[in-house]
């Protein structure tokens, strides 16, 4: 079955800077890569996803960046704020799959004064 | 207007006990998710039906039972409950297809004792 691999597990930056987070993933078969935010005790929300048919996706200061050959996906935040402060997830899937996303294990995002 | 709702939001039992968590969507999705958070964050897919129909079954224990009564509603019962059982329980849901945004609910906090 897919397998994802998330790096770091904790990043700690300071207001203003960027964060990159990255991905890997097992199943070439994958087409589907959406990143989650969820902040302490909410529901995970997602922030920005992007097909394989693409090579990178942004919305404001959000960007993801997907590499097919090598198979990772990476999730670039810009002019970083306290309220980017949370947990992301990456996550993936495929067709035929039920719609069924295999989680990163998550990366904790604190974003410093 | 919560497009996922989840009663109830923390359910605290004893080992052995059995209950259940209710989650309904507004969305008009077909399809429909139970989640599982553990203590470390990681989050993993436990159940999936459309329309209904159980589509994914991820190697859940049997005292684990979800069922669908109609597309908006799908419940998940645990019988003889255990304490590795504590955790954060997500529903979610989605249109059916490989490449849609799901949507969480607020979770349960199930904590056995």
């Known amino acids: 079955g897919e397998n994802v691999e998330q790096h770091p597990s904790t990043l700690s930056v300071q207001e203003g800077d960027s964060a990159v987070i990255k991905c890997t993933y097992s199943?070439?078969?994958?087409?589907?890569f959406p990143w989650y935010k969820q902040e302490l005790g909410k529901r995970p929300q997602l922030i920005i996803d992007?097909?394989?048919?693409?090579g990178e996706k942004k919305d404001q200061r959000i960007a993801v960046t997907l590499n097919k050959t090598a198979k990772h996906f990476s999730l670039h935040i810009t002019e970083t704020q306290p309220e980017d402060s949370a947990v992301y997830f990456c996550?993936?899937?495929?067709?035929?799959?039920?719609?069924?996303?295999?989680f990163g294990t998550g990366t904790q995002l604190k974003v410093e004064l | 207007d919560t497009a996922v709702s989840q009663t109830p939001k923390y359910l605290v039992t004893q080992m052995g006990n059995d209950k259940s968590i209710k989650c309904e969507q507004n969305?008009?999705?077909?399809?429909m998710y139970w989640y599982k958070q553990d203590s470390k964050k990681f989050l993993k897919i436990m159940f999936s039906?459309?329309?209904?129909?159980?589509?994914i079954n991820e190697t859940v224990p049997n005292r684990f039972s979800p069922k669908s009564p109609d597309k908006a509603h799908l419940n998940l019962h645990i019988n003889s409950l255990e304490l590795g059982d504590s955790a954060v329980y997500f529903c979610?849901?989605?249109?059916?297809?490989?490449?849609?945004?799901?949507?969480f609910g607020p979770g349960t906090r199930l904590t056995v004792t």
């Open positions: 979610a849901s989605s249109q059916a297809g490989s490449s849609y945004e799901q949507y």
């Open positions: 199943d070439s078969a994958s087409n589907y």
């Open positions: 992007i097909r394989s048919n693409v």
């Open positions: 996550a993936a899937s495929k067709p035929g799959g039920g719609n069924k996303l295999t």
């Open positions: 969305l008009g999705h077909d399809t």
């Open positions: 039906y459309n329309n209904k129909e159980l589509i």
